[in-house]
């Protein structure tokens, strides 16, 4: 192979495994070794110290996939893809397994956070004036789907829940922890300090005056109200229209689904 130009190797396609291994240099400007590395190790062990040179921002992993006008596509196309396979053959314990896991820690009493501090965030940018005739009958646009899927068609056992909500304040997690004065604060925010609010139209507020969510003439958008201080927030099942009452602590509460 010495013979050859990096142009003139063998096509690897989709062979990469994570025992192949790669040539790698390391410490380039103070004392240059040519050393290998698995791609397990190297993709399972990058590691990166931010200093003063990247105040303006850092993203240590940036992907970009670009569609192309005039190309018939087939299949989904995504950024990324993760997948955690557990099919074990035998008696295997595994004490838990996650499909994909984001830890942002923050810790320390010296830094000063002058923006918000969020751990996963997704945005999903439609824009340039793309019109509802762009969207065939079959296109359903969502910021985040979560789908419990059944592939062999087989589910033996029922998921506990689409979405789990879950403060561990320390590691007693005991009655008493309601009490506690830093649990959060709010089971969700529709809008936000910044003003940046969910579009609504015409005169349209969220708690207005410190009470419940309060819009007018919303009978098409998120929240819906038709009198007074009641208000609902709209989602659909199974393609109808549903509306969730939410109140002010001065009203009581309804826990029933109201349709349209």
């Known amino acids: 192979m010495a013979d050859k130009k990096m142009t003139q190797l063998e096509e690897l396609g989709s062979l990469l495994t994570s025992t192949d291994i790669m040539?790698?240099?390391?410490?380039?400007?103070?004392?240059?070794?040519?050393?290998?590395?698995?791609?397990?190790?190297?993709?399972?062990?990058?590691?990166?110290?931010t200093t003063t040179s990247e105040s303006g921002g850092k993203t240590f992993v940036s992907q970009q996939m670009t569609v192309y006008s005039g190309v018939t596509y087939t299949g989904n196309l995504a950024t990324s893809f993760v997948k955690t396979l557990a099919a074990p053959t035998s008696n295997t314990s595994i004490p838990a397994i996650y499909g994909q896991k984001t830890n942002l820690t923050v810790s320390g009493a010296q830094g000063w956070f002058t923006g918000d501090v969020i751990g996963h965030e997704i945005v999903f940018d439609m824009t340039e004036s793309v019109?509802?005739?762009?969207?065939?009958?079959?296109?359903?646009?969502?910021?985040?789907?979560?789908?419990?899927?059944?592939?062999?068609?087989?589910?033996?056992?029922?998921?506990t829940a689409f979405i789990c909500l879950n403060d561990k304040i320390d590691n007693t997690l005991l009655s008493n922890d309601d009490l506690d004065a830093a649990a959060v604060t709010t089971l969700m925010e529709i809008g936000d300090r910044n003003g940046e609010y969910v579009?609504?139209?015409?005169?349209?507020?969220?708690?207005?005056?410190?009470?419940?969510l309060v819009a007018e003439n919303m009978n098409s958008h998120t929240i819906f109200t038709s009198s007074g201080d009641v208000a609902k927030i709209k989602i659909k099942i199974n393609e109808n229209d549903y509306y969730l009452l939410a109140t002010s602590n001065n009203h009581a509460a309804y826990a029933a689904l109201q349709a349209p």
């Open 131 to 159: 019109t509802d005739t762009r969207f065939q009958t079959a296109s359903h646009q969502y910021g985040l789907k979560i789908l419990m899927d059944d592939s062999a068609e087989n589910r033996a056992a029922s998921p």
């Open 199 to 212: 579009k609504l139209t015409q005169n349209a507020h969220l708690f207005q005056a410190g009470n419940a």
């Open 23 to 49: 040539h790698i240099v390391t410490d380039p400007t103070n004392n240059p070794v040519n050393r290998k590395g698995s791609i397990a190790d190297i993709f399972g062990n990058l590691n990166h110290e």
